[in-house]
């Protein structure tokens, strides 16, 4: 659009939506409102605050008359709704975004939490699965909660797992449960050589079916089975607790590497196949069956058995 008194020809981009109400009966709008000049490049509508405080413009008037300034009531219900207008794109992309990555199962983060006594080899669990690597030692028990980021892969597709890692102590117990209640996977563990952890497990399940959802994938885990010379809790107690609650078992070693990486993977496609079937879908994923993908899959020995028995 041209116009005031410049040599310099430019144009200005007005929403067709806008609605200013100042049209009167004089026909007086330049021939070339609507021209766009090749080579020159369009300038959007001068800054409104300006307007509004009275400053001099020097580029032409919005409405495509010239010298012609709105009341400041229509510049600033047209700021207004320009604002409104950029906020519902801004959230509308956000959520289209959003809603794109929720509709791909590849995309889901699953929250997958590991539960259990102090000192029962949580984090060492975690530590192994994330990096394959057994940190030799004694860790400093976890304070509070904290959590990494794992993809599994499942047959041809990424599932993402959320892994957080919780104390156990008795202290942090009630930051814990504010955890459960979005969680879509908890791992419970208890240590072979501790059997006051082991029968802890059957409080932590309370707390799982109090605050947790009803669908939440539940695992038990009994851990340190490389302890073969300290273990106190046989095999069966474990499988005997687990069938008792319905819940798949089996025995980790943290130390060795045993089981962890098919501990999450069961529960990976546990998920998988969830989200499939919600999505309505017939394919063998919709029909895993995760007790019956352990004992396919587990080691056939019945513990592990080493020398010297590290805390894991």
């Excluded at 059997?195 to 605050?211: F, V």
């Amino acid at each position: 659009m041209r116009g005031g008194s410049g040599d310099s020809p430019s144009t200005v981009t007005v929403p067709a939506s806008t609605s200013l109400n100042i049209m009167t009966g004089d026909d007086s709008m330049s021939d070339d409102v609507f021209e766009v000049e090749d080579g020159k490049s369009q300038m959007q509508a001068p800054g409104l605050s300006e307007r509004l405080a009275g400053a001099v413009q020097a580029t032409p008037s919005p409405t495509g008359y010239r010298d012609y300034q709105p009341p400041a009531e229509v510049l600033q219900n047209y700021s207004q709704q320009q604002s409104n207008f950029a906020k519902s794109r801004l959230a509308d992309n956000v959520w289209s975004s959003y809603k794109r990555d929720q509709d791909n199962p590849e995309n889901y983060v699953h929250k997958t939490i590991l539960l259990g006594d102090s000192g029962v080899g949580k984090t060492s669990l975690l530590v192994q699965f994330d990096t394959g690597k057994f940190q030799h030692g004694n860790f400093a028990a976890t304070v509070g909660i904290g959590f990494t980021n794992k993809m599994v892969t499942v047959d041809d597709s990424q599932v993402k797992l959320q892994i957080w890692d919780t104390a156990g102590q008795e202290r942090f117990r009630s930051v814990t449960h504010a955890y459960y209640r979005d969680a879509h996977a908890l791992l419970l563990l208890y240590d072979v050589t501790n059997k006051q952890s082991y029968d802890n497990i059957r409080a932590w399940l309370g707390e799982i079916r109090e605050y947790a959802q009803d669908d939440v994938v539940i695992m038990l885990l009994g851990n340190k089975c490389d302890c073969g010379s300290e273990r106190i809790v046989r095999r069966e107690d474990g499988q005997r607790l687990a069938n008792e609650y319905k819940v798949p078992f089996m025995e980790t070693s943290a130390k060795t590497g045993l089981n962890v990486e098919l501990a999450f993977h069961a529960v990976a496609r546990e998920l998988k196949a969830r989200a499939n079937k919600q999505e309505g879908g017939d394919s063998d994923d919709a029909r895993f069956n995760v007790q019956d993908y352990l004992r396919q899959h587990q080691s056939q020995r019945n513990s592990c058995l080493s020398s010297n028995c590290l805390t894991t």
